[in-house]
């Protein structure tokens, strides 16, 4: 199975930005990035198919973040941008082994990375 590895998270003041990173061990198919605060559900952030063609955004972070891939590298990057308190949570890269399309739902997701955490202060 394939290995996940997020780099870039931190501390950021509100307004500020941030960029998250995940590597791949290898080939992957779609790619997304959930998030989990404090006392909530894990719930998805954004996702993108294997060609980039398809991203899909959560409604709370549409307008602000950016989801991105090279396949080259067998990376998918998360620039966040006009960072809020509410985006404070543990940020985690997720891969679907082979199935390109891009979905939301974190059940059809086989590889997770161990988390970064974001944390936006007021």
């Known amino acids: 199975q394939v290995q996940l590895v997020e780099s870039g998270g931190g501390l950021v003041q509100a307004g500020g930005s941030l960029r998250l990173s995940c590597a791949a061990s290898g080939r992957t198919g779609a790619m997304g990035w959930f998030r989990q605060a404090p006392g909530k559900e894990r719930d998805v952030v954004a996702v993108?198919?294997?060609?980039?063609?398809?991203?899909y955004y959560a409604d709370s972070v549409k307008g602000r973040f950016t989801i991105s891939r090279d396949n080259t590298k067998n990376t998918v990057s998360l620039q966040m941008n006009s960072l809020k308190p509410e985006d404070t949570a543990v940020y985690y890269c997720a891969a679907k082994g082979s199935k390109t399309r891009a979905t939301m739902a974190e059940d059809e997701y086989d590889a997770w990375g161990q988390g970064t955490q974001v944390t936006v202060s007021s």
């Open positions: 993108i198919s294997w060609s980039g063609d398809s991203t």
